[in-house]
C-alpha cells in the first residue's frame, strides 16, 4: 500500500503530540479555531442559578432569532475540523478506499419464507441503497422488484425506507419513508398487482404498520410532529375520505408505543412501554373496527410482553422476578390473576424474549454475559440448548415470519467471525450455514485473536471486556487500543464484527468492548446499577476498564483511547470530566451530553420518555445528581484529552446544539493544547449517512484521527 506523505508545509507541531515509533509526526495545522458568541441564559431551579452561555446555539431548533447564527456557527466549526484534518485527506481516501474494497457489492440477503413468497433484498454493483424482491413459491420463480430503493432515493441526500409490510393476499405493500433523517416517516401504499402507489400517504408516523385479515385496513403509529413522541395507534382505512380514526392515545409522556400482529396472524397487539412498567392490548385482526382489549394493567415498576399461541398466551415479565419469568394464560382469561409459570425466575439467568412457531417457542437467555437458545417442544415439553463453540459471541434471533415453520433463522457474529445467517432445524437438532457476510482481500480469522477479560471496578464489581487484536500483539503497553461503551436503556453491548474494523486492527491497534452497568450484559440487576441514582457505575466501571487494560500492559495512557455515541457519548463527556488524564483521545459521536438543561425542556423531542432512565430534574433530589454528573455542567479550567465530537444538524434523537454547545464551553475552559474538533453532518441524523457506503466516510474520518494522534500514515 502507498505510504501517504503529509506536506510539511501545510502543518506545524502541535504540542501535545509525542514522537513514537509507529511513523512520522502528524503535525497539525496552525489555524485558529472558531471562538462561539457569549449570551447568558439564566436558569433557576431549586434555588440553583446557573447561567448557560451558549444557550442560544438552540435556535436553529426552536427557529428563533439566532437560527442563522447558530448555522454559521457550526458551518465556522466544520471548516475549521476540516482543516486541521487537511493533512489525512489522502489517507482518508486510501482508509475509504481500503474500507469499501472488503465489501461484496453485489449481494443477496437469505431469502425468507411467509405466505407462499420468498422475500430478500440484493445490491447491485457501486449502488448505495438496494431492490426488495419477491419470488413466488419457489426460489426458481421469476423475480418481483417490489421497491427499488437505489432509483427511489436518487436526488435525496439522505434516504430510508423501512417497515415493508404485505397484505395478508399478497397484493399491497406499505412501507414508510424518510427524506429527512428526523424518524419522521410517511407511510405510502403500493399495488403490487398494477405498480400502482396509492394518493394514501399517511406522515408524522413511525414507519411500521399492521394489516388486518380484510386487506383493506391498517394500523400504524403516529407521532406528535414537535416533541416526536409516539402518542397514538391509528386505524386507516384505504381509499376512505375520513380522518383515521385514533384507537389508542397514550396520555403518559414516558411510555413508547406501537403496534404490532401476532406471528399465527390472529391478533393485533398494542404496546405501552416505559423504562419500567409496560401494558398491551389486543384485537381480532379479523374484527379490525372493534375496540381493543385491555390484557393486563399496567402495574407500576412491572413490565410484560406478550406473545400468542395457537391456544394461550406467553408472558415474560418481571413481576416478582428480577430476571423475568415466563408464563403463560388462557385466550380469554388475560389478567396476571389467570397466569400460571412456565418458566421461572433465576438469580443467574436473565429471560431475554420469546419466539413462537406452531411446534416449538425458543427462549432467549442471557448467563454469564452470553446469548444461549433454550428449544421447547411444544408437545411433549422437552427442552434443548442449541450449542455455541466460541468464548465470546453474539447470536440473535433473525427473521421468522412462518409460524408453521421448524426451521429456526438465527445469527450469529463475534469479534472475529463475519455476520453469518444459520438454519436450525429444531427437530433434527442441526445448524446449517445459510451465509456468512463474504469479506474481499483474503480476510482470515486466525489471523485474529480474541479475548474475554474481567476488570474490577472501584466498588469490587467484575466488569467483563471483550477484545481483539492482530496476530504478533505484544503485551508491553506500546500498542494503540480503542474501547468502545455504552452502557445505558438495558442495552447489551454485544461483540461483532466490522469488516471497516480491520482497517484499525491490521495497523496494530486493539479493539476492545466494555460490558459497563447500565446496559444489561450480566442481568437486569446490572441495568439497574447503572441508571437514576446510580448512573455514576457506568463512568466509573468504564474508568476502571480503562485503567486496568493500562495495568495490565495491553495499552498505555499515551496510547488509549475512548469511543461511545448518543448515550455512549454522555459516558465519554463523563469519563473525559472525570478521568481526562487516562485518555489520548476520544471519539464522541452524537453525544447526549447536556442531561440537565434537555431532561427540563419537554419541547425537545423524546424528553418526557427519558425519564425513568436519568430522573426528571424537576425533583430536587435528581437535579442535583445529574447536575454532578452531567458532561456540560462539569467542565472545569483544565487539561482535556484530544477529541473529535461527531453530530447531525437533523438530528432527532440528540439535537445538534448539545455537543455545539460543550465544544464552544470547552474551548472557553480547556487549559492544554490538545486538539478539539466538531463536525456536524448537515444532510444526516442520529443513524449517520443512509447509504451503505457513505457511512465508510465517516469511519475513515473517525479512524483518521486516531492514526494522526498515534502519527501512523500508510
Given amino acids: ?42 436558569r433557576a431551579i431549586h434555588n440553583d442559578t446557573v447561567a448557560d452561555n451558549y444557550y442560544w446555539m438552540i435556535d436553529y431548533f426552536k427557529k428563533g432569532p439566532d437560527s442563522t447564527k447558530a448555522v454559521d456557527y457550526l ?11 487537511s493533512g489525512t ?65 436518487k436526488g435525496h441526500s439522505y434516504y430510508s425506507a423501512t417497515g415493508f409490510n404485505i397484505s395478508p393476499d399478497n397484493k399491497l405493500l406499505a412501507y414508510g ?83 404490532d400482529r401476532s406471528k399465527s396472524g390472529d391478533y393485533i397487539f398494542i404496546q405501552s412501554r416505559a423504562t419500567l412498567s409496560s401494558e398491551f392490548r389486543y384485537l381480532d385482526a379479523g374484527k379490525p373496527n372493534e375496540a381493543f382489549k385491555v390484557f393486563q394493567p399496567r402495574i407500576k415498576d412491572v413490565l410484560y410482553s406478550v406473545t400468542a399461541l395457537a391456544d394461550k398466551f406467553l408472558i415474560v415479565t418481571n413481576q416478582n422476578a428480577i430476571n423475568f419469568k415466563l408464563m403463560e394464560c388462557p385466550l380469554d382469561k388475560t389478567e396476571s390473576s389467570n397466569w400460571k409459570e412456565v418458566l421461572p425466575h433465576r438469580k443467574d439467568v436473565l ?31 422437552q427442552e434443548h440448548y442449541v450449542d455455541f463453540k466460541e468464548a465470546a459471541y453474539t447470536i440473535y434471533v433473525g427473521a421468522n415470519p412462518d409460524y408453521s415453520s421448524k426451521v429456526l433463522r438465527y445469527g450469529y457474529t463475534s469479534l472475529t467471525t463475519p455476520s453469518s445467517t444459520f438454519d436450525y432445524n429444531m427437530d433434527t437438532k442441526e445448524s446449517k450455514l445459510m451465509k456468512q457476510q463474504e469479506v474481499l482481500g483474503g480476510y482470515k480469522a486466525d489471523d485474529y485473536v480474541t479475548e474475554r477479560l474481567y476488570a474490577t471496578a472501584t466498588d469490587g464489581t467484575k466488569v467483563p471486556i471483550s477484545l481483539v487484536y492482530k496476530k504478533g500483539f505484544e503485551k508491553n503497553g506500546k500498542a494503540p487500543l480503542l474501547l468502545y461503551g455504552y452502557g445505558s ?130 425533583n430536587e433530589e435528581a437535579y442535583k445528581y445529574m447536575k ?22 437533523h438530528d432527532s434523537q440528540v439535537q445538534y446544539f448539545e455537543p455545539a454547545k460543550w465544544v464552544a464551553k470547552l474551548r472557553a475552559n480547556k487549559t492544554d493544547n490538545n486538539v478539539l474538533m466538531l463536525h456536524t453532518n448537515m444532510d444526516y441524523g442520529h443513524g449517520g449517512a443512509s447509504g451503505r457506503f457513505d457511512y465508510l466516510k465517516e469511519e475513515a474520518l473517525n479512524y483518521a484521527f486516531l492514526f494522526a494522534l498515534e502519527r501512523i500514515e500508510k
Avoid at 13 to 40: F, H, L, R
Avoid at 89 to 113: C, G, H, T
Wanted: a neutral charge; glycine letters at 6%; proline letters at 3%.
Fill in 1 to 42: 500500500m502507498k505510504k501517504i506523505i503529509i506536506p510539511v508545509s501545510l502543518l506545524i507541531i502541535a504540542s501535545s503530540c509525542k514522537q513514537n515509533t509507529q511513523g512520522t509526526m502528524y503535525k497539525w495545522p496552525d489555524v485558529k479555531p472558531p471562538v462561539a458568541e457569549v449570551k447568558p441564559h439564566i
Fill in 75 to 85: 458551518k465556522a466549526e466544520n471548516a475549521y475540523q476540516d482543516t486541521m484534518m
Fill in 89 to 153: 485527506k489522502n489517507f482518508q481516501k486510501v482508509l475509504f478506499d481500503e474500507m469499501k474494497a472488503r465489501i461484496k457489492e453485489k449481494d443477496e440477503s437469505v431469502p425468507v419464507f411467509k405466505n407462499g413468497y420468498y422475500y430478500y433484498s440484493r445490491t447491485d454493483e457501486g449502488k448505495e441503497y438496494y431492490k426488495y424482491c419477491r419470488k413466488k413459491g419457489s426460489l426458481d420463480a421469476k423475480e418481483e422488484v417490489l421497491l427499488d430503493v437505489d432509483e427511489m432515493a
Fill in 177 to 259: 419513508i424518510d427524506m429527512v433523517s428526523r424518524r419522521q416517516y410517511t407511510i405510502h401504499i403500493k399495488n403490487l398487482e398494477t405498480g400502482e402507489i396509492y394518493t394514501d400517504a399517511i406522515v408524522n408516523t413511525s414507519g411500521g404498520s399492521v394489516w388486518a385479515k380484510d386487506n383493506k385496513t391498517l394500523f400504524y403509529t403516529a407521532k406528535n410532529p414537535e416533541t416526536l413522541l409516539t402518542e397514538k395507534i391509528k386505524r386507516h382505512t384505504l381509499g376512505s375520505k375520513e380522518a383515521d380514526v385514533v384507537v389508542y392515545e397514550e396520555k403518559d409522556k414516558s411510555n413508547y408505543i406501537d403496534v
Fill in 351 to 381: 429471560l431475554e424474549g420469546v419466539e413462537e412457531f406452531k411446534d416449538y417457542i425458543v427462549i432467549t437467555e442471557r448467563k454469564n454475559g452470553l446469548n444461549q437458545f433454550r428449544v421447547r417442544n411444544l408437545a411433549s415439553n
Fill in 489 to 618: 436503556y438495558g442495552y447489551t453491548n454485544d461483540v461483532y464484527f466490522s469488516s471497516a474494523r480491520l482497517s484499525l486492527l491490521d495497523r496494530g491497534f486493539v479493539f476492545a468492548m466494555a460490558g459497563i452497568r447500565g446496559g444489561q450484559e450480566m442481568g437486569r440487576q446490572w441495568y439497574l446499577d447503572g441508571k437514576l441514582m446510580k448512573k455514576k457505575n457506568t463512568f466509573t466501571d468504564f474508568i476502571d476498564c480503562g485503567k486496568y487494560l493500562v495495568d495490565q500492559k495491553y495499552t498505555s495512557k499515551e496510547h488509549l483511547y475512548a469511543e461511545g455515541g448518543s448515550a455512549g457519548g454522555l459516558l465519554m463527556g463523563a469519563v473525559a470530566n472525570m478521568a481526562p488524564d487516562l485518555w489520548h483521545g476520544i471519539i464522541a459521536e452524537v453525544p447526549f451530553i447536556d442531561v440537565v438543561n434537555t431532561m427540563l425542556d419537554e419541547s425537545i423531542p423524546l424528553t418526557t420518555n427519558e425519564f425513568d432512565e436519568w430522573g426528571n430534574p424537576k
Fill in 628 to 649: 454532578s454528573y452531567s458532561p456540560y455542567e462539569n467542565v472545569e479550567k483544565k487539561a482535556y484529552p484530544n477529541m473529535l465530537v461527531i453530530t447531525g444538524l
